[in-house]
């Protein structure tokens, strides 16, 4: 049995909260992580960047096997050498156990490099604020690096050690076409899956490089010298070792950090025997029984600055929070303001009210200022590590799919257009533009977007047309298009500008069924759970069906199904996007809280970027995707049909 060492991602883990690394690889503990991390990576482009740094530094000796013992002879062996490149080098010391990227041996020092999937501007970005402390941004890498340091340094005491991070470049050009494609996923046969690099990659894709090594010493020397935790670094180090190689758990201090830990069971799995690793947290450090959390408590406020204050004065439940905790004033616009929003919530909790509330006088105001026919769009975005085009940036913002429906005055909803470009080395953006421009030009309808990505990936696509020194014939035309729906800092709001749906929820809807969050995931099924009108509506098998709703991916569907009394989430009636992904793994990348980069659509435009399939595999794939992002539209349109329901309209 392999001993519990404190490896890297413990000690990051205990960064985050020191209990959790009593919890973490036991299998009797509910994990709400995502235990695929190689979809996440794909996504993120990790696997692409970790295999393009190797090249930078060729001639490298690559450690590939997952036994520590194994891993840590080949190591040390190749160590003995006087020169030498380790690509996932493994150094232990004592109980401390680490990795590294990339660990380069010249005569008696060694350069120890921690490749990141991370853009960095070396002109504009800094690790360390103007109170030499480490940028907050910044932490979880830096501090990555140093205890890797602070390993390889107490190890090997006899070299000099220099630590670098090592990133995409955003101010660099990609040098060639197609170096995106050069980098594909291959799986063995035992079903491992691995990053393959084409015979075709040449000096040329190499010389000018797109990744950059920063050295971080002084940062490491930074992070060594301050506090962790209330404790110096290197006994908060040898606290966490102690922790780990015994098997025993620091004693638990509740916070608002608490309200993101992976070590919360759901119900569902608290039925199947998987243990809880907050409701143990809780129950030993505030004496909670399993009746305490049947309760909301501060953790549910909805963008709650106070909760950490709430919680060290023993008021953790929204029972025992005060009017004057939340001290609800009025915003400058009509609606709620955030403080009222928050006091909206608790006051709902404590009359134990779970009827929805709606500002009918100024949201039908707002809807007044609507012209029809009303369009409801929704982008599907990524980012591409290594760029696809000479002359690209990493990191660019990739908008690769669309969905758009439309409701006409009289009521009547057609799906009626949508984008999806996942061929394999295109760059997307401008044709994107393009077809949207075609669908919204035919009228001057309202627009709706749900939150800011839509808007943010305009404006994305703006500075790329601008700023790309290539002939595009009709890039004034674009440009004006997006300038006239969208608003920028600098530009101000186009004469069209997309309505924000996120911010009229926020100001004008709230229903305790939402658990204070305003995710159109979360607001979906609670306006379908109180709403009659589109309970009988779309109960019925209407969408897609002759004389009913258009729909371009669907036939006679029902979008309501009960389940113990309760509206079941519409996207739980969809196929699978992943057969390979197991169910709790989907439902964390399609969570909307996260980022969408790293959601299950740009996990699958990656897949069928980087990945060989059959045709039959990627034409699956492709229906799912048409299938998912029409219902965000679709969900656009239930949400404003609740509201005129709700409104008597």
């Known amino acids: 049995?392999?001993?519990?060492?404190?490896?890297?991602?413990?000690?990051?883990?205990?960064?985050?909260?020191?209990?959790?690394?009593?919890?973490?690889?036991?299998?009797?503990?509910?994990?709400q992580k995502l235990e695929d991390t190689f979809l996440m990576d794909l996504a993120k482009g990790g696997f692409q960047v970790g295999e393009l740094a190797k090249h930078y530094f060729p001639g490298g000796h690559d450690v590939k096997t997952l036994d520590y013992e194994e891993a840590l002879r080949q190591t040390n062996d190749l160590l003995k050498l006087d020169r030498v490149t380790i690509y996932e080098a493994a150094v232990r010391f004592e109980t401390l156990f680490i990795r590294a990227d990339i660990l380069i041996k010249d005569g008696s020092s060694l350069e120890l490099i921690e490749v990141k999937a991370k853009s960095y501007n070396p002109q504009s970005d800094s690790f360390v604020t103007k109170g030499r402390a480490i940028a907050s941004t910044w932490q979880q890498y830096l501090y990555d690096v140093a205890f890797q340091k602070y390993v390889v340094e107490s190890a090997f005491p006899q070299y000099a050690v220099q630590a670098y991070l090592m990133m995409a470049d955003k101010t660099a050009s990609c040098p060639t076409d197609g170096l995106?494609?050069?980098?594909?996923?291959?799986?063995?046969?035992?079903?491992?899956?691995?990053?393959?690099?084409?015979?075709?990659?040449?000096?040329?894709?190499?010389l000018s490089p797109i990744l950059c090594k920063v050295n971080v010493d002084e940062c490491c020397d930074l992070i060594y010298s301050s506090d962790i935790k209330t404790a110096g670094f290197y006994d908060f180090v040898a606290m966490m070792a102690d922790c780990c190689i015994n098997d025993y758990k620091v004693?638990?201090?509740?916070?608002?950090?608490?309200?993101?830990?992976?070590?919360?069971?759901?119900?569902?799995?608290?039925?199947?025997?998987?243990?809880?690793?907050?409701?143990?947290?809780w129950k030993e450090?505030?004496?909670?029984?399993?009746?305490?959390?049947?309760?909301?408590?501060?953790?549910?406020?909805?963008?709650?600055?106070?909760?950490?204050?709430?919680?060290?004065?023993?008021?953790i439940k929204l029972s025992d929070i005060r009017e004057e905790d939340i001290a609800p004033k009025s915003g400058d616009r009509p609606g709620l303001s955030g403080s009222q929003r928050q006091w909206l919530q608790v006051q709902r909790a404590q009359d134990n009210d779970m009827t929805p509330w709606i500002d009918k006088e100024n949201l039908k105001q707002e809807m007044s200022s609507w012209a029809y026919p009303l369009h409801f769009i929704d982008f599907e975005t990524s980012t591409a590590a290594i760029p696809f085009n000479r002359g690209r940036r990493p990191y660019e913002g990739i908008a690769f799919?669309?969905?758009?429906?439309i409701v006409h005055e009289d009521g009547t909803i057609v799906h009626c257009g949508q984008y999806l470009n996942a061929e394999p080395g295109i760059f997307p953006n401008?044709?994107?533009?393009?077809?949207?421009?075609?669908?919204?030009?035919?009228?001057?309808?309202?627009?709706?977007?749900?939150?800011?990505?839509?808007?943010?990936?305009l404006n994305i696509i703006y500075r790329q047309l601008m700023e790309d020194p290539n002939h595009v014939p009709d890039r004034d035309e674009l440009c004006s298009f997006i300038r006239s729906i969208t608003q920028d800092r600098d530009e101000g709001e186009g004469p069209r500008n997309m309505i924000d749906m996120c911010e009229l929820v926020k100001a004008y809807y709230y229903d305790p069924f939402m658990k204070g969050s305003n995710s159109i995931k979360a607001v979906l099924p609670a306006i379908l759970n109180s709403s009659k009108y589109l309970q009988d509506k779309y109960s019925q098998p209407i969408y897609g069906a002759q004389g009913g709703?258009?729909?371009l991916n669907y036939m006679d569907w029902k979008w309501i199904e009960f389940e113990n009394g309760m509206v079941k989430d519409p996207y739980l009636l969809?196929?699978?996007?992943?057969?390979?992904v197991a169910d709790i793994n989907f439902e964390l990348l399609s969570d909307d809280d996260q980022l969408r980069e790293g959601g299950a659509a740009s996990a699958a435009y990656a897949r069928m970027q980087f990945e060989d399939m059959s045709d039959y595999e990627r034409s699956e794939l492709r229906q799912a995707l048409l299938k998912y992002c029409e219902l965000d539209t679709l969900a656009m349109v239930m949400i404003y049909e609740g509201w005129k329901d709700l409104l008597g309209d």
């Open 401 to 405: 799919q669309y969905s758009h429906h």
């Open 430 to 457: 401008y044709d994107f533009v393009r077809n949207l421009k075609r669908e919204l030009e035919k009228d001057q309808g309202s627009i709706f977007r749900y939150s800011h990505h839509e808007n943010t990936y």
């Open 549 to 551: 709703i258009v729909s």
């Open 251 to 281: 004693p638990p201090q509740p916070s608002s950090a608490c309200g993101k830990c992976e070590f919360r069971a759901t119900d569902q799995e608290l039925a199947k025997g998987l243990k809880s690793g907050f409701h143990e947290c």
């Open 285 to 315: 450090s505030l004496g909670w029984t399993d009746e305490d959390f049947e309760e909301a408590t501060v953790l549910d406020i909805w963008n709650y600055r106070k909760k950490d204050q709430c919680i060290k004065q023993g008021r």
């Open 574 to 580: 969809l196929p699978r996007m992943f057969e390979d």
């Open 1 to 31: 049995m392999t001993p519990r060492y404190l490896t890297k991602s413990r000690f990051i883990l205990a960064l985050e909260c020191p209990t959790k690394t009593y919890y973490d690889k036991k299998t009797e503990y509910a994990n």
């Open 180 to 206: 995106n494609q050069k980098f594909r996923i291959k799986k063995d046969e035992n079903g491992r899956k691995s990053v393959t690099v084409s015979p075709s990659l040449c000096q040329e894709d190499l």
